[in-house]
């Protein structure tokens, strides 16, 4: 994390560095000066701080679904969750698979699969590449009503109510 402290103190500094010329500009005592550069001190250093709650909060967050995730007791979920996947992984496991099995079987000169009709690659796809993505997206943080949509998980709210 020293790379985004060395971001936030490099922008910081030039924020405080702009306003600081502001504030000479604007206040014509020397006192007046430097209690407005001490209170936009005070300023930044809480911002800084509420970042960096807001940071550890969600890292907090985040290591609770995986934990939770990972110590479950049922693998089948562990492993994917929508049943769609399963399924269409059955289907394309009994078509390419089973069906030329049993046809090298009963002696057949030619190994034909059934033909799955382009809908069923379009709508299983589309389900599966929808739910890596949401699933990623919400991996790494991005937990919104959309990503919750497409994964079904249920707000972390509770998650973030973490003491400080």
Same mark, same amino acid.
């Given at each position: 994390?020293?790379?985004?402290?060395?971001?936030?103190?490099?922008?910081?500094?030039?924020? /405080?560095?702009?306003?600081? *010329?502001?504030?000479?500009? &604007?206040?014509? =005592?020397?006192?007046?000066?430097?209690? %407005? +550069?001490?209170?936009? /001190?005070?300023?930044?250093? *809480?911002?800084?701080?509420? &970042?960096?709650? =807001?940071?550890?909060?969600?890292?907090? %967050? +985040?290591?609770?679904?995986?934990?939770?995730?990972?110590?479950?007791?049922?693998?089948?979920?562990?492993?994917?969750?929508?049943?769609?996947?399963?399924?269409?992984?059955?289907?394309?496991?009994?078509?390419?698979?089973?069906?030329?099995?049993?046809?090298?079987?009963?002696?057949?000169?030619?190994?034909?699969?059934?033909?799955?009709?382009?809908?069923?690659?379009?709508?299983?796809?589309?389900?599966?590449?929808?739910?890596?993505?949401?699933?990623?997206?919400?991996?790494?943080?991005?937990?919104?009503?959309?990503?919750?949509?497409?994964?079904?998980?249920?707000?972390?709210?509770?998650?973030?109510?973490?003491?400080?």
């Amino acid at each position: 994390m020293s790379w985004f402290k060395e971001l936030l103190d490099s922008s910081l500094g030039t924020v /405080a560095e702009t306003a600081g *010329a502001v504030i000479d500009s &604007l206040h014509t =005592s020397e006192t007046e000066k430097t209690d %407005a +550069k001490r209170r936009l /001190a005070d300023v930044l250093r *809480a911002h800084e701080q509420a &970042l960096e709650i =807001s940071l550890r909060r969600q890292l907090a %967050a +985040k290591q609770k679904v995986l934990v939770a995730e990972l110590s479950q007791g049922d693998t089948f979920t562990r492993r994917a969750r929508p049943m769609v996947v399963y399924v269409g992984l059955a289907f394309i496991f009994f078509n390419y698979c089973a069906v030329p099995f049993v046809q090298f079987i009963a002696g057949a000169d030619a190994f034909h699969p059934f033909e799955l009709p382009g809908y069923f690659w379009a709508a299983w796809g589309g389900i599966v590449g929808t739910w890596a993505i949401g699933r990623t997206v919400e991996k790494r943080g991005a937990a919104n009503e959309l990503t919750r949509l497409i994964t079904g998980a249920k707000p972390v709210s509770k998650l973030l109510d973490i003491g400080e």
